[in-house]
């Protein structure tokens, strides 16, 4: 369904539901007090690889750092 939640591990691990128009301006604030946070965009496996990329791209344009993807492998 496309829906997002941020979850900060410094804080705990609980999700909260964000927009996509709200989820930069989240971030930036984050990262303005730690600007070493790491932001780590993991998705259901159902979830089409251009939702992802879309995703990747407005954080890219609203300039937040260190965005990367998290891969859980399957252990075979």
Do not use: C, H
Request: proline letters at 4%; hydrophobic letters at 40%.
């Amino acid at each position: 369904d496309q829906s997002l939640a941020l979850r900060d591990r410094a804080k705990g691990a609980q999700e909260v539901a964000v927009t996509r128009a709200e989820l930069p301006a989240r971030l930036k604030e984050a990262q303005a007090q730690n600007p070493q946070q790491p932001v780590l965009i993991a998705g259901d496996k159902n979830v089409k690889y251009e939702a992802v990329l879309s995703v990747m791209d407005d954080l890219q344009k609203a300039q937040v750092k260190r965005v990367g993807l998290l891969v859980q492998t399957t252990g075979k």
